[in-house]
């Protein structure tokens, strides 16, 4: 009986230990996650302040170029210019991604 019960404890004991190493690596993953989103919120905020500060700039480009008589259709189309590449993006039937992805043997 009481070598049933040393091996009951013991086998308690592995148990407990294994669960603390669980747990011991669970906290580490989960500080390690912690500190990547602090990092890529940080760098998330640095392009928030960039995006800012040149669309600042550009805005008061725009104003005077269109001050100094620049037809306001030109304006509008290079300040859109990206959203209407992109719709002409869609339209086609091979996209630069999907080029790359097929020069480098890629799958999607």
């Known amino acids: ?9 013991a086998a ?18 989960l500080r390690n996650a ?10 998330t905020n640095q392009a928030a302040v960039t995006l800012e500060t040149w669309k600042g ?4 480009l725009y ?14 189309e290079i300040q859109h210019r990206h959203f209407f590449e992109r719709a002409r993006q869609k339209r086609r039937k091979e996209t630069y991604m999907t080029w790359v ?3 480098l043997e890629v799958k999607e």
């Open 1 to 9: 009986m009481k070598e049933q019960a040393n091996e009951s404890a």
């Open 12 to 29: 308690a004991e592995a148990i407990a230990k294994a669960a603390r190493r669980e747990k011991d690596a669970a906290r580490a993953s």
């Open 34 to 43: 912690k500190e990547d989103l602090e990092i890529q919120e940080d760098a």
């Open 57 to 60: 700039r550009f805005d008061e």
């Open 63 to 76: 104003e005077l170029a269109r001050e100094a008589g620049v037809d306001e259709n030109r304006l509008y």
């Open 101 to 103: 992805c097929r020069v």
